[in-house]
């Protein structure tokens, strides 16, 4: 059994309004990756997101493009506990 970690992403640049929230949830449940994710109102998008470190990897790589309209300018992660999500959704405020 692979370990499961939980890691916190803020992602800041131009995110909101580019698909960002749709796009990482199809990335997310293809890869089988858990969590949620949600715009902020500071501009940035917040992304919880769990799976085994192969799977997080893979995922910050993503986080880090993003999608094609998406100008991705920093990815800051902290680790966390994991909350043992069920699946990966879009948190609208």
């Known amino acids: 059994m692979k370990q499961m970690k939980h890691i916190d992403i803020t992602i800041t640049g131009k995110v909101q309004g580019v698909g960002f929230r749709e796009v990482t949830k199809m990335v997310a ?21 769990e799976g085994d470190d192969v799977l997080l990897e893979v995922f910050l790589e993503w986080c880090n493009d993003g999608p094609d ?14 909350k043992n999500y069920r699946n990966f959704e879009i948190i609208k405020k």
């Open 29 to 49: 449940d293809q890869m089988g990756v858990k969590g949620m994710i949600r715009n902020e109102s500071d501009g940035s998008v917040y992304v919880e997101a």
């Open 69 to 82: 309209r998406a100008v991705v300018e920093n990815v800051a992660v902290t680790p966390a506990d994991v």
